[in-house]
């Protein structure tokens, strides 16, 4: 619920600033213009959770991003949208992917009436320990969060974000987890156990 009221919040800005009639409006300008950055730069720091803002061409190449510059970014290419919910008119969505920085990484963002879109890149990890670390502070408890391929997107010890629980020789020694992440990836709901290191990666813990 959390995450889609930001994704909800996401949309917000990206429409405010899409639909804006302001000569200051990213539409409005090139890319190579320096009001460009300075308002892509506005949206990603009135959007919770944004690590990079950037305008997009019709085909999704970057043409204009903050922080950095387009340059960085040649040949790579942005990852399939989808909508981000049932009824979901404007905003879209990305799978999770690993960025050019080295993160895990989500794009939203929606088309432009000229073509081009808006696109807002959250840096996952980051995000969701800004919303799990003070749920669970100070009681006996952990969080990790993985999708179904294994690839984990948010662990306490931070270490573990971004390894794959099925194909990282780290959770090799752990049958039992490796089961039990299979069955969280196939079951709605359930219950299990495990053995793994502690959150200092030393010795096991069960």
């Known amino acids: 619920e959390a995450l889609e009221d930001e994704l909800d919040a996401v949309e917000e800005a990206l429409l405010a600033d899409a639909e804006a009639s302001n000569p200051q409006s ?17 949206l990603c720091d009135k959007t919770a959770g944004a690590s990079r803002c950037a305008l997009l061409d019709a ?7 903050t922080p950095g510059s387009p340059r960085a970014y040649t040949g790579a290419v942005t990852h399939p949208w989808q909508k981000a919910a049932a ?35 959250l840096q ?11 749920v669970v502070a100070g009681l006996p408890v952990e969080i990790w969060i ?4 294994g690839q984990i997107l948010y662990d306490a010890n931070h270490e573990e974000i971004g390894r794959n629980l099925f194909a990282d020789p780290l959770y090799k020694p752990y049958p039992e987890l490796q089961e039990l992440g299979k069955r969280i990836a196939a079951e709605e709901s359930g219950s299990g156990s495990y053995t793994f290191l502690r959150q ?4 096991p813990l069960d």
């Open 26 to 42: 990213v539409r409005g300008h090139t890319a190579t213009a320096p009001e460009t950055t300075a308002d892509l730069q506005a």
């Open 59 to 65: 085909d999704r190449a970057i043409q204009a991003v």
């Open 87 to 121: 009824g979901a008119t404007a905003l879209e969505c990305s799978q999770v992917y690993r960025a050019l920085e080295g993160y895990d990484a989500l794009d939203a963002g929606i088309a432009l009436n000229d073509g081009n879109s808006l696109a807002v890149t």
């Open 124 to 134: 996952l990890g980051h995000w969701l320990d800004s919303q799990i670390a003070p």
């Open 146 to 149: 993985m999708q179904p391929d």
């Open 200 to 203: 200092d990666m030393q010795a």
